[in-house]
């Protein structure tokens, strides 16, 4: 009785324990597993084309506009608005600035990073519901 009770401490030790870490790897994995807030095509866009000024080092004129290492502070309504403002911008030619366009003509996003970027700020406004 002794030996049987025994056995069956250490089966459910072990099984608790298998259990415990089972659980914690299944909550990293979660946790690794959660998108980003910026998808990684847009943060490259961003990287090159807008940081210089609107990243933690930026101006200040243009990060009271848009400060883009702030991004997860703004609210849902507020990153679709900035979204598409950064859409307008971009595709009236207004971002980068034109003193920048013209002595950093390589900061200027093409045109299918536009898309990207207009695409981005479309799939950022909240759904409406038809009744």
């Not at 025994?6 to 946790?31: E, G, P």
């Not at 034109?98 to 799939?123: D, G, H, M, Y």
């Amino acid at each position: 009785m002794k030996n049987n009770f025994r056995y069956n401490s250490v089966f459910c030790l072990i099984a608790a324990i298998f259990l415990f870490t089972s659980v914690q790897n299944i909550s990293c994995q979660i946790v690794k597993e959660q998108p980003s807030p910026i998808p990684e095509n847009i943060n490259k866009i961003f990287m090159a084309s807008c940081l210089g000024c609107h990243g933690s080092n930026g101006k200040l004129l243009a990060l009271a506009k848009l400060n883009l290492s702030k991004w997860d502070e703004y609210t849902a309504a507020e990153k679709a608005k900035k979204a598409s403002v950064i859409c307008s911008e971009v595709t009236e030619g207004k971002m980068p600035p034109k003193s920048v366009r013209k002595s950093k003509p390589e900061l200027i996003p093409t045109k299918e990073q536009t898309e990207f970027l207009c695409k981005w700020a479309e799939s950022l406004k909240p759904k409406t519901e038809v009744k």
